[in-house]
């Protein structure tokens, strides 16, 4: 069974400087997706990033980008330029390509951003 | 507005007691989900549909019942609740043309089992 890890409960960062949130996983499969995704205290699922696994490329959107390392089987956000708005409970998710289309969720880290 | 609703957003209920929590999505998405969310745990898988009368067991079925007659609907049901089963519990739905395609989640409904 696949499994999402995210060891840091909880972080916090200065307004305007770079965090990094870790996630490792645990599959047998090859072809599969990562995601990131962000729950403001509306509870709100938002999704924020994801990743393909045949990409070599890391994905990157506006003040979000990961670091994939499939070897590793890891994968960390990182947020640049933290804004008030990032504050949020941030969970990582996995989801094979093909045929089973369930989200496996890591345990959440909750981001503060200090002013 | 277009999108997936959850009703109601807030209940308590007595252990024993039925409940229903209803999920309604107007996008015609094939796949449905249940997740409940409790901490330390994040979102765990209760039951998913892939499409009308389809439906599967998740990770953590037991206590649980869905349906779903109709592709926009996917109502789950507490038989008889228990206090564990307190929780926040999220639908979700998803198209599925292809892989690439998100997984949209409604607002959750907070449930209180006293």
């Known amino acids: 069974a696949q499994t999402v890890t995210q060891s840091q409960p909880e972080m916090s960062v200065q307004e305007a400087e770079t965090v990094t949130l870790s996630c490792t996983y645990d599959t047998s499969e ?3 997706y990562l995601f990131w995704y ?12 994801r990743q393909e696994a045949y990409k ?10 990961v670091n ?25 998710a996995y989801r094979r390509d093909f045929g089973n289309e369930k989200l496996t969720f890591g345990t959440g880290t909750r981001l503060t951003i200090i002013p | 507005d277009a999108g997936i609703t959850q009703s109601p957003r807030y209940k308590i209920t007595e252990t024993g007691r039925q409940v229903t929590l209803m999920c309604h999505q107007t996008w015609s998405h094939s796949y449905m989900f ?23 067991k998740g990770e953590v079925p037991d206590g649980y019942v869905v349906s779903r007659s109709k592709t ?18 999220f639908c979700a739905s998803r198209l599925t043309t292809n892989s690439y395609n ?9 449930l209180t089992v006293l």
Not at chain 1, 56 to 65: G, K
Not at chain 2, 72 to 89: D, G, H, I, W
Not at chain 2, 102 to 110: I, L, M, N, V
């Open chain 1, 68 to 92: 994939f390392q499939k070897a590793a089987k890891s994968f960390s956000l990182k947020i640049s330029d933290s804004q008030l708005g990032d504050a949020a409970m941030y969970f990582c």
């Open chain 2, 102 to 110: 998100e997984q949209f989640f409604g607002p959750g409904t907070r």
């Open chain 2, 72 to 89: 926009e609907n996917f109502p789950l049901t507490l038989e008889s609740a228990t206090r564990s089963q307190t929780s926040v519990y």
């Open chain 1, 30 to 32: 090859s072809d599969y």
């Open chain 1, 38 to 49: 962000k729950q403001p205290p509306s509870r709100q699922m938002i999704l924020v990033i």
């Open chain 1, 56 to 65: 070599q490329q890391n994905a990157t959107e506006n003040r979000f980008s």
């Open chain 2, 34 to 56: 249940w997740y409940r969310q409790d901490l330390g745990h994040g979102l765990r898988l209760i039951y998913y549909s892939a499409a009308a009368d389809i439906t599967d």
